[in-house]
């Protein structure tokens, strides 16, 4: 029998609803499913990924996590689905209840598409958000601080740069809100272009040799060749030169600064190839911590809905 | 231990296969399975849900009344199956028997597929239709008698009017006549050129602003925009209008009737959107049931059988 | 508890690994998971099943052999996943070991796409070739021997012909190899622009009529349609009647003689549709053989890579 913790929320849709207390009782609860604690279920318990936008990692990752539990992992392929059909995402899901899924996790690609489904009585099921659009993707944040947290002790006074694709970056900003709130000092690199100004209120933009030396975890985006219209005109090599983190500018890092990238990595352009399983890569260490923090995640919106299951 | 019931039947694929007392029987074993009764297996059973056609509703109840018996659920992808290298569908199914499969649930876009299916001795399989072309969808006209009965308490005398696109539903076609066989007075509405003459012998054609007042249950049935080829012509607006069940219609209702859809809605097409979610309607309460009656199903062909695994 | 059987791999990728005691023992293996033989887990395996080519015999007997086994199945999406992002294949299996996933099925396009996933410390999980372009399918190969074991006791002096597309055929070549290393006499038909004459050292080429009255086995070969260029000019009955199975060929086997194919089968064109459920057929036999060859499979590299989770 687990003491119900302080960690419940209805759904999870959004770094910016939780506080500081809330990410760190989760980062906490995560490392318990590390070491070994299992949850009861006292009746089976049905979830479903939908997954509208392709994923490996995040998807495999919640799947495992569910399962993990002791959760029923219901098949949904958006491409077979009604919504092929017009229906609504809200009816889709509407659906999905009646039959008796109670955890949906969604993949969309449009922005905030959660907000038609929060606060509906007749949706009696909770929800994780698994990245919107160019919005957030909580998960991944959450992983990033708990991988952060275990190799550091914590937060106060660490240096991070974030570095790249700022701009169409579902996790960047999340990020760089909860650093700021967890007392990490943050800062900015990469393309000029694809950096907004309102980030300053968040921390400094320098370029990366002028980081790289002082900096604990340098915190490396994907560019996100999807999202970008000019992608036939972009030369990976020089990226990597200008704004990549090179084997050189690797070597001239903290003895124990680490270095982070949510996947999928592409190798040579936002790091050197060589770097991804180097021993100050913790690129394998934050998908194997993935899931346990989704192993909290999902505990807690399934204890803040109320539906039973849980011992 | 369960005693046998009355309704094992060695496949399921047409209502017009089954008696008024096996649906009779079909529901009453639902009723059952909502309140809480469970199947015991003494040895796995695979299941395999072939849907060459997308669902999210049909696909996704038919795995979890599978599961819910304790079944195992076998992934079928058609796009990544040896379909697409051109084997028959008995070929496929007889891999899938072959390496253990026991229960195929189908839904396949040409008529009376199942045909070459049935009474094939190599075949050692149960089999659920779960919609062929324009053809049946005995699972949905099941979970449509049991809510109609959960609500009622019968048949005999009830009015219920099947409304909308009556020649391009699988369901209408079964609907009315196992309603007629169970003693209720169907009645239909809609645009003329979606109705069948050969309709009249199980119920009359009146227009919906004379039926609204009389029925019990309004069923109405999606426009299935995809099988009509004039689709661009086509006027929501005017529609909802002329044969929808407007909100003022839904006012003219008598105070215990009820509406029904299959799902998935068109809203503000067939029915004002604001209905979907109304007391009278019973959107939810269907597809709720649907997991009960496809379980009943399940039992009824695995029985039916005598493969084993069911105790 | 299981005496640690003599079969363990690190890998199973290809059939040129495997020398005749492995063969023998993996074949004995699976005899004995067909007669009732159980493994015991003695925590959760996860298995991931990755299928970049269409299949489903080979996807669903794995599926089926991993479930049968106790193993926990992933669902993985080919087309969903990052891997259309550009991820290489070794990341999205670094992805998949990190989350936990212990055991990855393998079907690629790419011959001997396996090379860059082997010997990789940063990958701790089993691996299983389950076909690689024109390359192997040792799966299928071993299915086929231990039908042709289980039927005739054992290889020696036993006449194997090979019959068809063989220069496309994954499985021809192996088979041959390992027919040969048996000690059974391999013989050789079909087009002879789809035979290659480095195929003597295995076996003797004959006409059809030439062969079907002194073989024991009849190998009969998919033409794989999918890979030929020319399939517009393809002349399914004229391939019949000169190089395929007729009935009146068929007639004039051995008694004992048997007809294998790997399925999936053209029907008329390797071979008169009305023999592949003949008493002769082994087509349903390889196919449930299938499932306990690859309970073996799984068993003996999960066993050879050391990971836990087997008593």
Redesign the interface.
């Known amino acids: 029998m687990i003491a119900e913790p302080l960690t419940c929320q209805p759904a999870l849709v959004s770094m910016r609803d939780l506080d500081v207390r809330t990410v760190e009782a989760l980062i906490h609860r995560a490392e318990e499913f590390k070491h070994g604690t299992e949850l009861e279920l006292t009746e089976?318990v049905?979830a479903?990924n939908l997954?509208f936008e392709?994923?490996?990692?995040t998807?495999?990752?919640f799947?495992?996590a569910e399962?993990?539990l002791g959760l029923?992992?219901?098949?949904?392929?958006p491409?077979?689905?009604?919504?092929?059909?017009?229906?609504?995402l809200y009816?889709?899901c509407?659906?999905?209840a009646?039959?008796?899924?109670r955890l949906l996790v969604i993949r969309h690609s449009q922005d905030a598409y959660y907000q038609e489904l929060l606060h509906q009585p007749?949706l009696p099921v909770a929800l994780i958000n698994a990245g919107d659009g160019s919005g957030e993707h909580p998960s991944q944040s959450l992983l990033d601080m708990m991988t952060i947290s275990e190799t550091f002790g914590g937060f106060a006074g660490l240096k991070v740069a974030i570095v790249g694709d700022l701009n169409h970056s579902r996790v960047a900003r999340s990020n760089m809100e909860v650093l700021q709130k967890l007392g990490a000092q943050v800062y900015f690199s990469g393309p000029e272009a694809w950096y907004d100004n309102q980030f300053d209120q968040f921390g400094q933009y320098l370029p990366i040799d002028e980081l790289v030396e002082q900096v604990d975890v340098m915190m490396m985006l994907r560019v996100q060749?999807?999202r970008h219209n000019d992608d036939s005109t972009f030369d990976q090599a020089a990226y990597h030169q200008q704004y990549g983190l090179t084997l050189a500018r690797a070597a001239r890092m903290k003895p124990e600064a680490i270095i982070m990238h949510p996947?999928?990595?592409?190798?040579g352009v936002e790091l050197a190839s060589d770097l991804?399983?180097s021993p100050r890569s913790k690129f394998?260490?934050q998908?194997?911590n993935?899931?346990f923090i989704r192993m909290a995640m999902i505990e807690s919106v399934l204890r803040g809905n109320r539906l039973g299951g849980l011992a």
Request: overall charge negative; hydrophobic content about 35%.
């Open positions: 089976p049905y479903a997954f392709n994923s490996t990692r998807h495999t990752s799947e495992i399962r993990r029923s992992v219901v098949d949904f392929n491409q077979a689905s009604s919504v092929s059909k017009g229906e609504t009816d889709t509407l659906t999905l009646a039959v008796g899924v007749a060749h999807e996947g999928p990595i592409n190798r991804v399983e394998v260490e998908m194997r993935g899931v």
